[in-house]
Nanobody
Framework: QVQLIESGGGLVQAGGSLRLSCAAS????????MGWFRQAPGKEREFVAT????????YYADSVKGRFTISRDNAKSTVYLQMNSLKPEDTAVYYC?????????????????WGQGTQVTVSS
């Protein structure tokens, strides 16, 4: 089992920045694929970004490309999502997720473990 705990959400004005953190514990492995998803009220869960604990390429949704950056600190077992130039349409609950081997996947059903989510609200 893997436990994921997100933090760093909050209220920010449009154009501002936030950094989300996802601390992993339990049976973590360097082969795990880590991802960030988000879900706004009345909408489906949406892919944001993904990477691997061991490094390699990162993938982003077109809607956040150039504004968001996913990174990891293996020593701290933590994955980050740096969000810059935030827009009101980025408002959502952001979830950290992990899967065993679906590298690069943007499909939420490929992910086996989920955090509880953290609210991000961007005011106009």
């Amino acid at each position: 089992q893997v436990q994921l705990i997100e933090s760093g959400g909050g209220l920010v004005q449009a154009g501002g920045s936030l950094r989300l953190s996802c601390a992993a514990s339990g049976r973590t492995s360097s082969t795990y694929v880590m991802g960030w998803f988000r879900q706004a009220p009345g909408k489906e869960r949406e892919f944001v970004a993904t990477t691997m604990w061991s490094g390699g390429s990162t993938y982003y949704a077109d809607s956040v490309k150039g504004r968001f950056t996913i990174s990891r600190d293996n020593a701290k077992s933590t994955v980050y999502l740096q969000m810059n130039s935030l827009k009101p349409e980025d408002t959502a609950v952001y979830y950290c997720a992990a899967n065993h081997d679906k590298y690069g996947s943007s499909w939420y059903r490929d992910y086996d473990y989920w955090g509880q989510g953290t609210q991000v609200t961007v005011s106009s």
